[in-house]
């Protein structure tokens, strides 16, 4: 893959939808990632877990998936995703914001990384082809995102396949309103609030881990298509468990925000008819998912 500034406009763009490819999400088939929450006057709101990048085999998703959208009068989503064009520039306008070293002839990114993580990165940077010296500027945490996106791109996943993308359109088509929890620079303020030690950490954890990315990501995907929650939970939190000073990343990247996400969602238990909500499958499963804080509040869960 040779390196060009169209590529880094599509991976710009990329770090939204993929808020991170370090939340892996899910799609379709007979037993799904699909819940049911239902209040006790019988409201309902369907949760669906999101994979933000796919390839063409997951399609098309299952009829329980689509008969479930169908009888739903709205779409919520994390963020709406669906003008790429405007995506791109606001991922461009907050990297150049957040994730560059604001002194241009001060600290650059070799400069705050330890010998041996820096001869790890021109490894992986020389193995993708691309240039050192253009990274040289941006903080770890952007460097990280970026190698991320890079690597699932690489290897043939497309945003334009998520299954937000999908129902994006889809609402769009049937004029339904799309709902967001979330806002762009309230995503991806979880990694521009990282402190630098946690930013190198996080970067660190992404070199260790990058030839397991596509491998990693195949099983989550097939888990999904197993209906196989726990095998989903275990696998994605997996990497917090070998490398446990991302703990703190994990405590703002999904748990904080699944909580936060828990008190948005409320107000569609008032529509008359069910909402559907697509959210990254990290997000609804294991003890602190949506579908258990909703059980813990009286809510009835069904898993489809």
């Not at 710009?12 to 006790?40: F, P």
């Not at 994730?99 to 705050?112: D, I, K, R, T």
Request: charged share 20%; glycine share 4%.
């Amino acid at each position: 893959m040779n390196f060009n500034f169209k590529q880094l406009k599509l991976t710009l763009s990329a770090l939204i939808t993929t808020l991170i490819i370090l939340v892996y999400s899910c799609a379709g088939r007979a037993d799904n990632m699909l819940w049911l929450v239902e209040n006790k006057s019988g409201a309902k709101l369907y949760l669906l877990g999101s994979l933000h990048m796919a390839k063409p085999d997951l399609y098309p998703l299952s009829s329980t998936i689509e008969e479930a959208f169908s009888q739903s009068s709205q779409l919520v989503v994390e963020v709406d995703v669906s003008d790429t064009e405007q995506i791109t520039k606001m991922a461009l306008s907050f990297m150049g914001d957040n994730g560059l070293f604001s002194n241009p002839n001060g600290a650059e990114l070799w400069s705050v990384l330890d010998s041996q993580t820096a001869q790890s990165l021109k490894e992986a940077l020389s193995k993708a082809n691309l240039p050192q010296e253009f990274f040289a500027k941006m903080r770890p945490w952007a460097v990280a995102f970026n190698l991320e996106t890079l690597v699932l791109l690489t290897s043939g996943y497309d945003i334009e396949l998520g299954i937000d993308h999908h129902f994006l359109k889809a609402a769009k088509q049937k004029g339904l309103k799309i709902n967001q929890l979330e806002s762009f620079d309230e995503q991806l303020n979880v990694f521009a609030n990282l402190s630098d030690e946690q930013s190198i950490d996080f970067l660190k954890s992404v070199l260790a881990e990058i030839d397991n990315f596509e491998p990693e990501m195949t099983k989550l995907i097939q888990y999904w298509r197993d209906g196989d929650e726990k095998s989903f939970e275990l696998a994605y939190f997996n990497i917090y468990d070998k490398h446990p000073q991302l703990k703190p990343i994990l405590d703002k990247l999904i748990i904080e925000r699944n909580r936060t996400m828990s008190e948005r969602l409320l107000p569609f238990f008032n529509s008359p008819k069910p909402s559907f909500a697509v959210i990254g499958c990290a997000h609804l499963v294991g003890p602190e998912g949506l579908p258990a804080l909703f059980k813990q509040k009286g809510y009835i869960i069904t898993k489809y």
